[in-house]
């Protein structure tokens, strides 16, 4: 997943992009809790601050306001390429011949191998061992007199799903690859919310005629909303959007727009209150739960959730079947991957360190259980067995997606079929590996009918295997490519810890 921002302020705004973007970037933790961080310009020289942790152990009061500039990037980490190390934190940084820049990336490219050889003949030595630092050296070391010239020269090589937001001297530019995978949005920040020296100005036109608007881009619609600003438009897929001081942002294309959008953004990934292809996203997941409960309809006491993400999925479940919503567990929202990641003992304790069952509520009760996918089917097992041991009569296991049959190679970290329960085992063994009474998936077609929304639009290949473009062979690559005969980092790269400074006019390099 990973969640990426950008901020634009306008000349006459105080230079708090980074602080901003930080707070932006707050709004999509829920992306990415490995590693977080910001870069911004302040028109002569771009600096950036990454580290391991969540966005608010990383980008806190002490760092923020030595970041000063109206042009700002955000990030926060999933892994799909490479280890959980500083150095794989983004976003990245790049000095090249041309042009110094920084890149934060949600998706996961499909040719990486490939362009490795591209770059320098495979010689080229990276810093960090991600598919994202392969595409920042690619576009630093073009050799086009523009970084635009050189996104339209590298992007229609680069294979896979990429959102990004890039930052150089003078731009913060959003991207999105040619079928859209991951998400991005533009947004507005209307004069007055931009700091001193941008109230008095009137309130423009929605194109930025005014230049004392700001602009922001966000993986989410929810990101706007956390700084005010209002959303304007999607990025187009294929589209290179450039966001300028005192100018409009100024549209190019490098390719046609394919869409495949991911399916599961709007099951699962994605927050509630985010909006996708005009549909809010708890609406769009309580009919999902409505459907859910057309196709399998189970006799019970009541629905409840696996909190959180299934509770939209479980209130449409019950207001279809005219069951009562209950809430049968609670979740511990603050433990965090890094707790359960170190060791295999911690990872198994995972749901119970998350979740617990009020046993008042489940004893003795039928239950329907509604969450949004099963991946290896452990999870879940471990949630019917403390629901069972804390006296619930009847488990019944509604699922608002399909069974996930084939692995994903577009930014969700299940690249191994063999990891997948349901490539390996029927509905029926499933149901059984789980413990649960019943087991029942939504349908493709009931995703459809509940997003009323046509098959075309959307990535469903996890769910049928029907990929929008034949996948490289490349792609079946093991998350560590780029870390097999890893060399020393290459000082030109950069390699220097917190803060990183660099940059200046890019002529004269
Ligand atoms: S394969 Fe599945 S998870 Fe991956 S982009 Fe397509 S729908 Fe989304």
Redesign the pocket.
Known sequence: MCGVYGVMLPPAATQEAAQLAALGLFALQHRGQESAGVAVSDGEQLMLYKDLGLISSVLDERRLPSLRGRLAIAHCRYSTTGSTVWENAQPTFRLGPRRAIAIGHNGNLVNTRELLTRLHGGRARLLASTDTELLTALLADDPAADLVDALRSVLPTVRG?YSLVVLDERRVIGVRDPFG??PLVLGRLPAGTVGAGSAASAAPGLWGDDPSVGWVLSSETAGLDILGADYVRDVEPGEILILEAGREPRSVRFADAKP??????LIY?ARPDSYMEGRNLYEARRKMGMELAREHPVEADFVMPVPDTGAPAAAGFAEASGLLYREGMVRNRYTGRTFIQPSQAMRQRGVTIKLNPLREVVRDRRLVVVDDSIVRGTTTRQIVGLLRRAGAREVHVRISAPP?Y???????D?QVETELIAATQTVEEICRFIGADSLGYLSIQGVLAALELSYEQ??????DGR??EPVPYDAAQHKYLLEEGRTAPDDAAGAVRNPVLAGGPTSGR
């Open positions: 799903a995978f991951r495949a959008l991911c399916v599961f953004e990934f996930i084939h692995p994903c190679f577009y930014g969700i299940t959307f990535c469903f290949a996890c769910f990929y929008p």
